[in-house]
């Protein structure tokens, strides 16, 4: 049975960095489509980046500039740094995957597309300090 697990939340001052982790133990990330998706209380869940098994990458509008998705070489971390966060970065990160390539071939992800995803993770919780 394949686990996401995320790592690496916390709380850092406004304009500080994180970087988020996500680990499938046992398991090489090579699904099509990976990402990661947010959400903060009382918000809906949104998209935040993805990453097509080609290394194109895509992100919302929101952080676009300041986060970047990566995986690394040997394909078993999907990353997420996080700088300049702000207060509105505030939420529960997941790690999603899917095999299915059109998620990442139409650019960002929806919040609804967290449901569609094969695998997700519990979360990792982002608190920013002002």
């Known amino acids: 049975q394949v686990r996401l697990v995320e790592s690496g939340g916390g709380t850092v001052q406004a304009g500080g960095s994180l970087r988020l982790s996500c680990v499938a133990p046992g398991f090489t990330l090579t699904w099509v489509c990976m990402g990661w998706f947010r959400q903060a209380p009382g918000k809906e869940r949104e998209g935040v980046a993805s990453?097509?098994?080609?290394?194109?990458?895509n992100y919302a509008d929101s952080v676009k500039g300041r986060f970047t998705i990566s995986k690394n070489d040997a394909e078993t971390t999907l990353h997420l740094q996080m700088n300049n966060l702000k207060p509105e970065d505030a939420a529960m990160y997941y790690c999603?995957?899917?095999?299915?390539?059109?998620?990442?071939?139409?650019?960002?992800?929806?919040?609804?597309?967290?449901?569609?995803?094969?695998?997700r993770g519990k979360g990792t919780l982002v608190t920013i300090s002002s």
């Open positions: 999603a995957s899917t095999p299915q390539p059109s998620y990442c071939m139409r650019g960002g992800w929806r919040g609804t597309d967290f449901d569609d995803m094969s695998y």
């Open positions: 990453i097509d098994s080609y290394g194109n990458k």
